[in-house]
């Protein structure tokens, strides 16, 4: 069993910056990645890093947000969100694909609220 851990929500203004972190309990993985979920909508991958260093972004994000692995704490990503908008409004979870049988985690999700 893998573990994530998120932290870094809360409430932000439009046009404000978050940054969010999910540490795992392991440091060897295909990829991990962002997704959210707002209210009444199907999650959605927000932007995701391989074991490699490719970044993938969603097109609503490019530009905007930064995905990024901890240089040290190889098992540690971070989510830099700038220019929020309240469409970026949701619980925001990490996600995690062993390198291995390519097991999916999910960890339980961080809220990030954008006020206009």
């Known amino acids: 069993q893998v573990l994530l851990v998120e932290s870094g929500g809360g409430l932000a203004q439009s046009g404000g910056s978050l940054r969010l972190s999910c540490e795992a309990s392991i440091s060897t993985f295909f990829l991990m990645a962002w997704y959210r979920q707002a209210p009444g909508k199907k999650r959605e991958l927000v932007a995701e890093v391989e074991n490699d260093g490719t970044r993938n972004y969603a097109g609503a994000v490019a530009g905007r947000f930064t995905i990024s692995r901890d240089s040290a704490k190889k098992n540690t990503i971070y989510l830099q969100m700038n220019n929020l908008k309240p469409a970026d409004t949701a619980v925001y979870y990490c996600?995690?694909?062993?390198?291995?049988?390519?097991?999916?985690?999910w960890g339980r999700g961080t809220q990030v609220t954008v006020s206009s």
């Open positions: 996600y995690l694909e062993t390198a291995m049988n390519r097991n999916e985690f």
